[in-house]
């Protein structure tokens, strides 16, 4: 086996999220990529008891990167997806829907406060029930300029 044919790899999470949205359809999905409709909900990630202690220095920023995962993706594999908003097929990467070859997701949230292994976020896009894989700092590395939007750059033309 080659180094990077890794089809053993599993992944543990290391929480959960509590959100309001129940169903996939209760999460905003508009066609503005500037604002998708679910800011400012509050939701909270529950990190399990054993790794309570890696929330130490988490609250002193102000946005968090969360890896988790589509975990009621039942279409694995695909590598085209339709947009809720577009009416063409597109490859799978270049959106941001669950239905991939890996069923892994990545949002960032706005972190509001730490209660022992409670973290309150706001701007939250995931499901109740949805397992938290990793939790990163949100730093000015993660912050672009000069940014293209490929094809949603259509949508952005017909706001203004």
Same mark, same amino acid.
């Given at each position: 086996m080659n180094k990077f044919d890794r089809t053993d790899l599993k992944f543990n999470p290391i929480g959960v999220i509590h959100s309001p949205y129940k169903k996939r359809e209760d999460i905003p999905s508009g066609k503005n990529t500037d604002t998708a409709g679910y800011e400012n909900t509050e939701g909270r990630i529950e990190i399990f008891e054993k790794y309570r202690d890696g929330l130490k220095d988490l609250e002193g =920023?102000?946005?968090?990167?969360?890896? =988790?995962?589509?975990?009621l993706s039942q279409a694995r594999g695909n590598l085209f997806a339709h947009p809720p908003y577009d009416k063409k097929k597109r490859g799978v990467f270049a959106t941001r829907s669950p239905h991939r070859p890996n069923p892994i997701g990545m949002t960032i949230v706005r972190l509001l406060k730490i209660e022992k292994n409670i973290i309150h976020v706001s701007d939250i896009d995931m499901l109740e029930g949805t397992p938290v894989l990793d939790i990163k700092p949100y730093t000015l590395r993660d912050r672009k300029n000069d940014i293209r939007l490929g094809w949603l750059e259509d949508f952005n033309s017909e706001k203004k």
């Open positions: =920023f102000s946005h968090i990167i969360l890896i =988790f995962a589509f975990h």
